[in-house]
């Protein structure tokens, strides 16, 4: 398989309200349009991260927030030791979160590998919950293009409705964001109908400036999701990084009219994280983030203690943790 | 050289191995048998609580999982450092129950050994608790004790140390987890206790002490669902209430006794769950 590259010169790309998402055709347009983007104030940015993580939340609020973030959850199982057991019962989960409340929302999605894709889809025909599957070489990257896409093609054929995929941290690190774009683009074209999460990996990132610019290189290259973090490496998803990826949400909303959703991973196993990501969500890029559509939660242990805080917060004592399933 | 500014001291919790302040910001006054101001103690709050029972409930298999002679000489340690800093343990003990020095010092010895006791009752409880039952056929079958799991302790109001190492030791030297609510109005050496626990090898999560008003937590523990006994020693008047609230969640409730040589030996047996085990007779 031959990959193009883009050329490193060229014009000039328009960037601004209202201008449509640019078409970056050449490694130069790409560069300036990342370059134009201003820095992070990693300070000023921690600092309100923390501050929105001290909002207040009242009741009702409460109770919709746990409901939506039910919503929201990819429920995930990435482990060398998956069975198609152990992929059953984790439909049957998403699908019905806690079988003995029907009102509880199904979640968004489940998140697999792809060869479990297949049985994932036929276990889930019938119900609203979408299979993702993790592929390009997940969660490393680091394959050929060529064994990267057929990772894609093979999650597709079998039925996947969405894929995430990592891009290449070292080619990023390294300065080479022609090839970490052009990986982007091959991906999102053979995607089709499905949804492409790119997975920026920013534990590996380094800087908040690169979380920033990795983002815009994503929603440029036509990403429908950027999403923080594997889960495989040491730091995961932080408020910090959410609001900056966030911001890019939202500038890129502003300037293209492209909405790109944003999908937090890794680490988050309470409903206290969830719903501090909620308000980081309203007050960063808006309420028309507020949906499944455009903000997922990647996690596992996650929905079982947002089950938890439902539940106590209608019996008003707190449960056990064994009152759910595990997944 | 300058005069030495006092280094007051905020007494805190024990949840999970730290000692943080109460989730809700709060402290109360602590007064002395006369009124007077000793310190600020942290009031815990039902977070707190739940921090805690998780805590606990993810110590608790370690626990258990520990050879009894093991845990044994966990407790004894315990003892130990008791032993070591009797001094300090007195004082606490003489303003809260305003007793004389050489009483103070006569009661923290006797928590001591109730210590030392508890932690020889480890490898000795499965013994006493636990047997051989006679079966017709080739096979053994025995009753097992195991430990109930989590259990929550409301500490006895006015035996600041001696009634708090009863309530606490008992739960745990059988591997249970403690949740323990320290007297309200006398939680200082029981605080301090807490304290020494973390230098003798306990485990984080197996001892948790809060301190705080019984009013306010102790429902919270006896509905807890994830709590699986509660010794209501110091519930005061509220023992029937609590003991009914424990029953939607089918926890072992233990109602306070009238002392005597058998409380301990109750005590032991109140968190204790009979696991019946079948086994093949050996070729």
């Not at chain 1, 036509?222 to 408020?239: L, N």
């Not at chain 2, 905020?10 to 002395?32: C, H, M, N, Q, W």
Request: glycine residues 10%; contains cysteine.
């Amino acid at each position: 398989m031959s990959t193009t590259t883009l050329p490193t010169t060229g014009a000039q790309v328009r960037l601004g309200p209202g201008a449509g998402v640019p078409t970056v055709e050449t490694e130069g347009q790409l560069r300036s349009i990342l370059a134009s983007l201003s820095g992070v104030d990693a300070v000023g940015a921690e600092a309100r991260a923390a501050r929105l993580a001290t909002r207040s939340i009242k009741r009702a609020t409460k109770w919709a927030a746990l409901d939506l973030a039910i919503s929201m959850v990819d429920l995930t199982t990435l482990e060398g030791a998956d069975t198609l057991g152990r992929v059953s019962s984790l439909c049957a989960k998403a699908r019905r979160p806690d079988p003995r409340d029907p009102s509880i929302p199904s979640v968004a999605a489940v998140c697999l590998y792809p060869d479990l894709v297949a049985h994932a889809r036929e276990r889930l025909e019938g119900s609203t919950v979408k299979v993702a599957a993790v592929a390009t070489a997940f969660p490393s990257g680091r394959a050929s293009l060529a064994v990267k896409l057929a990772d894609v093609r093979d999650a597709l054929d079998a039925g996947a409705d969405e894929i995430d995929m990592v891009i290449d941290r070292g080619a990023f690190l390294s300065g080479r964001l022609g090839q970490v774009f052009d990986e982007v683009v091959a991906v999102k074209s053979i995607c089709g109908d499905a949804h492409l999460k790119v997975i920026l990996e920013t534990g590996e990132l380094v800087t908040l400036d690169n979380v920033r610019r990795a983002s815009w290189l994503a929603m440029l290259g036509g990403a429908d999701f950027i999403k923080t973090s594997t889960g495989k490496v040491g730091v995961s998803a932080t408020p910090t990084v959410a609001l900056v990826m966030l911001e890019a949400a939202r500038d890129f909303a502003e300037s293209t009219g492209r909405l790109v959703g944003v999908k937090v991973a890794g680490g988050i196993r309470r409903s206290k994280d969830a719903l501090r990501y909620l308000v980081i969500v309203n007050e960063t890029a808006g309420s028309a983030w507020l949906t499944p559509d455009l903000f997922r939660f990647g996690a596992s242990s996650l929905l079982n203690d947002l089950l938890a805080q439902r539940l106590m917060q209608r019996r008003g004592v707190y449960v056990r943790p064994d009152e759910f399933s595990g997944d | 050289m300058s005069e030495r500014l006092d280094v007051r001291k905020t007494y805190k919790l024990l949840i999970d191995g730290a000692f943080p302040r109460s989730e809700s910001g709060r402290t109360y006054e602590v007064v002395d048998a006369h009124g007077a101001f000793v310190a600020n103690v942290a009031r815990a709050s039902r977070k707190d609580v739940r921090d805690a029972v998780r805590a606990a409930r993810a110590a608790q298999p370690r626990w258990w999982g520990a050879s009894a002679y093991n845990r044994g000489q966990v407790l004894y340690r315990w003892a130990e450092m008791a032993d070591a800093r009797s001094h300090e343990l007195a004082e606490q003990v003489a303003a809260a129950e305003g007793l004389s020095a050489a009483d103070a010092r006569a009661s923290v010895g006797r928590a001591v050994d109730r210590l030392v006791w508890y932690a020889g009752w480890t490898d000795k409880v499965t013994q006493v608790f636990g047997g051989a039952n006679p079966v017709a056929g080739p096979f053994f079958n025995f009753s097992l004790p195991v430990p109930s799991g989590v259990v929550a302790v409301l500490a006895p109001r006015d035996s600041s140390l001696e009634g708090f190492v009863d309530v606490v030791a008992a739960p745990l030297c059988v591997g249970n987890a403690v949740i323990a609510l320290a007297s309200a109005t006398r939680p200082l050496p029981a605080v301090l206790l807490g304290e020494m626990s973390a230098t003798a090898d306990v485990p984080g999560g197996v001892v948790n002490v809060l301190t705080g008003s019984l009013e306010e937590l102790a429902p919270v523990l006896a509905s807890h669902e994830d709590v699986d006994g509660i010794d209501l020693e110091g519930a005061l008047g509220a023992t029937g209430d609590l003991a009914a609230v424990a029953a939607a969640s089918i926890k072992r409730v233990l109602r306070p006794g009238h002392g005597g040589a058998e409380a301990p030996l109750r005590r032991l047996r109140a968190f204790v769950e009979t696991s019946t085990v079948w086994h093949t007779v050996g070729q």
